[in-house]
């Protein structure tokens, strides 16, 4: 792996590439494209995906206090709970061998038979992240196994959802989708970086984009882009 932008090096620290900001809340969106703007291809992601990718992946879960994902997400790549890896004892001194990962739900439709619930450590409990319209019988079944953060009405609001996780001490939050979700924070302003791999592939289809549903402005700035077979890794941070 290289960087090529903004200077060039081969073999940079990876951890150090993506070390958070100090002293500061973040919220960093992960994705992986194809180069037509793709999310995943035959309804998955790990068809875009690419060694040098897994790589970064695994260092900004190591990076982060919390994985953040929507509920179709969590289906759909059959979430489980993070795992600590060896790698990572140095990135989370002082904090659990692994983040906990929060869900992001309306309704509570959540397997909670699934490892996600029944597999995780302890000291890092899923969350999941819900309105006061979902059923209270299912948010009761959820709160046996995970903590329930009850943020909104009628619907998740995700300002407040952060505002929570916050409090909790997750201030460094990594998002990993889907598409539906990432636009509704990029709408309401709750992104502060967007780390996206470009897989060297076309695919057309009918693959959402990156950010799916909410119409909305977000400027960025070009902060890092690191290559490797051909695949690009990209940082943006919000202007």
Known sequence: MRRIHPDIEDNPDIEQAYAYPPDRPWLRLNMV??????????G?????????????????????????AGAATV???????AK???SWRGLRAGR??????AVLTRRLDLDLSRPLFTEARPDARPIVITCAAAPADRRAEAAALAE????????????RAVRELHDRGLTRI??????????QLA???????????????????DAARVLNGETCQVNLTLRQVLEEDGALFCSYVRE
Request: some cysteine.
């Open 174 to 183: 990594l998002c990993e989708g889907g598409p539906k979700v990432n636009g």
């Open 33 to 42: 494209s194809s180069a037509d703007g793709g999310a995943w291809l035959k």
């Open 75 to 81: 289906r759909a790549e059959g979430y489980g709970p």
């Open 96 to 101: 659990p061998a692994a983040p906990p990962v």
């Open 148 to 159: 329930v953060i009850v943020a909104g009405d009628d619907r998740v609001d995700l300002e």
């Open 84 to 86: 600590p890896r060896e």
């Open 44 to 68: 998955l992601s790990a068809g875009l995906s690419s060694k040098g990718d897994r790589r970064i992946f695994g260092v900004l879960r190591g990076l982060s206090d919390v994985i953040l």
């Open 187 to 205: 709408a309401a302003g709750l992104i502060d970086e967007l780390c996206l791999s470009v897989s060297p592939l076309l695919i057309g289809g």
